[in-house]
């Protein structure tokens, strides 16, 4: 594997279930990102990790948690989803939390029910 | 104000024509301005990139121009091919604000043959 992978590509669930999204980087990189991309709206950025320590959360609601075991894997808890959650949810990574290229994993494409 | 006006929102180009994306600004502290480039079932990449030193960077095909005075600025793709149907994003950034990128709404282009 190379670059940035995200699992699964694509998940179903309903409001009540709880499922996790993954991203591992193989850059060697030292910060990771999520993104939620809806249709014909902005990237938005929503947690930035670096050197494994959360620096951002962008006004998240907490059914969305966080989690960076270490700099390559990162990962998106979700719990109690909206059906206005349904989007793709990219992961990123870039060397630093700078202004370094940031490097996009293809996504998971997320329907609520 | 943080948002990145980006138009417009669909583009279709024959072959070998110009393809002009416009993105316009607010805040005047931005001061890096990235283009991404996604494919269906891909995450953006990064195509090219300016700062506000420069009125224009060329690399191959792809020119940023850079209009510091009228605050926009303009992805330019020379001899539009068919492989570059994608779509595009501009963006912005403050360097002290470290790696959060503020994202325009994108740009569908469909190059015919």
């Known amino acids: 594997e190379t670059g940035v992978t995200q699992t699964p590509r694509h998940l179903v669930m309903g409001m009540t279930n709880k499922k996790s999204l993954k991203c591992e980087q193989h850059?060697?990189?030292?910060?990771m990102y999520w993104y939620k991309q809806s249709a014909k709206k902005p990237l938005e950025l929503m947690f930035v990790?670096?050197?494994?320590?959360?620096?951002e959360n962008n006004s998240v609601p907490s059914r969305f948690s966080p989690e960076c075991p270490n700099s390559s894997h990162l990962f998106l808890h979700l719990h109690t989803l909206q059906p206005e959650d349904s989007a793709l949810y990219l992961c990123?990574?870039?060397?630093?939390?700078?202004?370094?290229?940031?490097?996009f994993g293809p996504g998971t494409r997320l329907l609520v029910l | 104000q943080q948002q990145v006006k980006q138009s417009p929102q669909s583009l279709i180009v024959q072959k070998g024509g110009i393809s002009i994306i416009n993105c316009a600004y607010e805040?005047?502290?931005?001061?890096?301005f990235p283009w991404y480039q996604q494919f269906p079932g891909k995450g953006p990449a990064l195509l090219i990139a300016?700062?506000?030193?420069?009125s224009e960077k060329k690399e191959g095909r792809f020119t940023i121009s850079f209009n510091k005075s009228a605050k926009q600025f303009s992805l330019h793709i020379m001899d539009s091919q068919p492989g570059d149907s994608a779509t595009y994003f501009c963006?912005?950034?403050?360097?002290?604000?470290?790696?959060?990128?503020?994202f325009g709404e994108g740009t569908q282009l469909t190059v015919n043959p």
């Open positions: 990123a990574s870039s060397q630093g939390a700078g202004r370094e290229t940031q490097y």
């Open positions: 850059l060697g990189h030292n910060a």
């Open positions: 990790y670096n050197f494994k320590e959360q620096t």
């Open positions: 805040n005047t502290a931005f001061d890096y």
């Open positions: 300016i700062r506000p030193d420069v």
């Open positions: 963006a912005a950034s403050i360097e002290a604000s470290g790696s959060r990128l503020t």
